[in-house]
């Protein structure tokens, strides 16, 4: 085996303890804004611990959206790399880095074929100078794409600190594809935290309570009868939806982080602390040797080993 201190993405990466990539089967289901909300309450726990936040999607990036950066905003290179935007100011523990961030405008598109793709992961892998991070959390495209395997090929040299979360709505349709990536995290042994159902109920944005006027439950029943951990549920919530759309509302304290103090103040940022707490558990647990609940590798086989293979396997099939 090669000497894994000769690997870019392992001399960059191997120091973050905790690497999560947040997954979904469907688009539009709030993968996005889960992964900013994880970052966003992962940087207000009293640990102060110092978070990164990358945007695989892509072609589609709206992670620099939902944290107020626009296009061109502090990202530059370096002589040891790029340097990526920081979201909080001056205290500088949530570091960003997108396709988004490096467009000249917002509505320019990005079209890029795999080859493309693929090299521009492995740059954002390699060559950000993330510093220190305890968490990086990445946001990926939805589905199960090249991306993903590209994602997971090259962070296969830092597969001990690998972990997912995996968001759906609880209507059938989103679920039918939740499952295809449940069982994909299996064919490539991620360990897998849990299931956040999104979407779920309904905040009144006059008292803030939460009802259930559409389906709920689907994704707390899927994670029963996978034997996986149930993370918690989230409301359609439009206070959250304005928030991260880019307005923070008028009265939002000004000390601080006015995007964290506004998103604090929202009823979903309350449901959240149930999740990120659950994530944080498994992810310490998984550090200390333990499987995830449910976690079971498709044919026993280690998580480069596994990505390798289905790699080989979607090669050949291309080839035939
Ligand atoms: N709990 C919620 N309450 C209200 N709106 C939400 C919630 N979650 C997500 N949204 C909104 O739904 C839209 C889609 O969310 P998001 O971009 O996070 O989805 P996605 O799964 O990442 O989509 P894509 O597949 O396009 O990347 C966004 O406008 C977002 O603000």
Known sequence: MSDPSTNPIYRRLHRIPHILLVLSGK???????VSVQLALSLHALPSRP???????????????????????????????GWVPAYADGEEKRMACMSTGLLLKRREESVVWRGPKKNAMIRQFLSEVRW????WLVIDT???????????????????PSLSSVLVTTPQALSLVDCLKSLSFTRLVSLPLLGIIENLSGYVCPCCGEVSNVFSTGGGEDMARREGVRFLGRLPVDTKLVELLDGQVPE??????????????????????????????EGAEAL???????????????QLAE???????????????
């Open 141 to 159: 495209p939805p589905g199960t794409s090249d991306e993903h395997l590209s994602l997971l090929e090259h962070l296969s040299p830092v597969a």
């Open 251 to 280: 009265d939002t304290p000004r000390e601080g982080w006015a995007l964290l103090e506004a998103y604090k103040r929202t009823t979903t940022h309350a449901l959240f602390q149930g999740i990120v707490q659950k994530v944080v």
């Open 287 to 301: 550090q200390r040797g333990e499987a995830a609940p449910g976690f079971r590798e498709e044919d026993g086989r």
């Open 306 to 320: 596994a990505v390798a293979a289905l790699a080989a396997n979607a090669q050949h099939e291309e080839e035939a």
């Open 131 to 134: 510093g220190d991070v305890d």
């Open 27 to 33: 688009g539009g289901v709030g993968k996005s804004s």
């Open 50 to 80: 110092r978070i990164a936040l990358l945007d695989i999607d892509l072609t589609g990036p709206s992670i620099p959206r939902m944290l107020h950066l626009p296009p061109g905003t502090g990202v530059h290179q370096s002589s040891e």
